[in-house]
């Protein structure tokens, strides 16, 4: 089965940038999808971005849009999240998903979850 391990998290001042990474685990022959949720204290666990297998199209939530930028390598079986101009409103654990689908995901659709890394922005 896929396995997600997430690491790039820290503390940062607003304004700042951090990179997130996501390793996917080898052996498997199916075409997930990939794609980072964040889940704020007291908050449900929110859509951030996906990228399709190939890399051909990306989504984002409105909220990050033009600040946080999806990319991966499957040739290294990785994603990475690029944010920039991060807000304090930014703060959240970030869990890398996976799932079988070509669209943005329910919740429910995703099929591999990470454990999450925090990242926490200062004001």
């Known amino acids: 089965q896929m396995q997600l391990v997430e690491s790039g998290g820290g503390l940062v001042q607003a304004g700042g940038s951090l990179r997130l990474s996501c390793a996917a685990s080898?052996?498997?022959?199916?075409?997930?999808?990939m794609g980072w949720f964040r889940q704020a204290p007291g908050k449900e666990r929110d859509f951030v971005a996906l990228?399709?297998?190939?890399?051909?199209?990306?989504y984002y939530a409105d909220s990050v849009k033009g600040r946080l930028t999806i990319s991966r390598d499957n040739a290294k079986n990785t994603v990475t999240l690029q944010m920039n101009s991060l807000k304090p409103e930014d703060t959240a654990i970030y869990y890398c998903?996976?799932?079988?689908?070509?669209?943005?995901?329910?919740?429910?659709?995703?099929?591999?979850w990470g454990q999450g890394t925090q990242v926490t922005v200062s004001s």
């Open positions: 080898e052996r498997t022959s199916r075409a997930y999808a």
């Open positions: 998903a996976a799932y079988l689908g070509s669209v943005v995901p329910e919740l429910r659709d995703i099929d591999y």
């Open positions: 990228i399709t297998w190939s890399g051909s199209r990306t």
